[in-house]
């Protein structure tokens, strides 16, 4: 069963900005550490964005300073805000959780246990 579901993704030129939002299905994951990944075609699953329970967030070097990781508690969702966007950043977004309270935003897949379907991003050149 899908315990999380993005939505937001599309096609979008390149400098445009998209908004990525992710809810939980199923069960809560207020106040868990929810994090960003992404997987372009032949590529392996990065690490893109992740904020802790206490609100610290960490970005990968690639998007810092153009995406932007936040949450809204008490609605259970978790946004991506992705601006000056580049072709390279063309990739299946997934939204990740996992059931546990932290202060770390972890950004290893492995500490991850819950995924959603993904949401396809595309950046025309």
């Known amino acids: 069963q899908v315990q999380l579901v993005e939505s937001g993704g599309g096609l979008v030129q390149v400098g445009g900005s998209l908004r990525l939002s992710c809810a939980a299905s199923?069960?809560?994951?207020?106040?868990?550490?929810k994090g960003w990944f992404r997987q372009a075609p032949g590529q392996d699953r990065a690490f893109v964005a992740a904020?802790?329970?206490?609100?610290?967030?960490v970005y990968a070097d690639s998007v810092k300073g153009r995406f932007t990781i936040s949450r809204n508690t008490a609605e259970d969702t978790v946004s991506l805000q992705m601006n000056s966007l580049k072709p390279e950043d063309t990739a299946v977004y997934y939204c990740?959780?996992?059931?546990?309270?932290?202060?770390?935003?972890?950004?290893?897949?492995?500490?991850?246990?819950?995924w959603g379907q993904g949401t396809q991003v595309t950046v025309s050149s």
């Open positions: 199923g069960r809560t994951f207020s106040g868990k550490v």
């Open positions: 904020i802790s329970s206490t609100g610290n967030t």
């Open positions: 990740a959780a996992r059931n546990s309270y932290s202060g770390y935003a972890g950004s290893r897949v492995a500490e991850y246990g819950y």
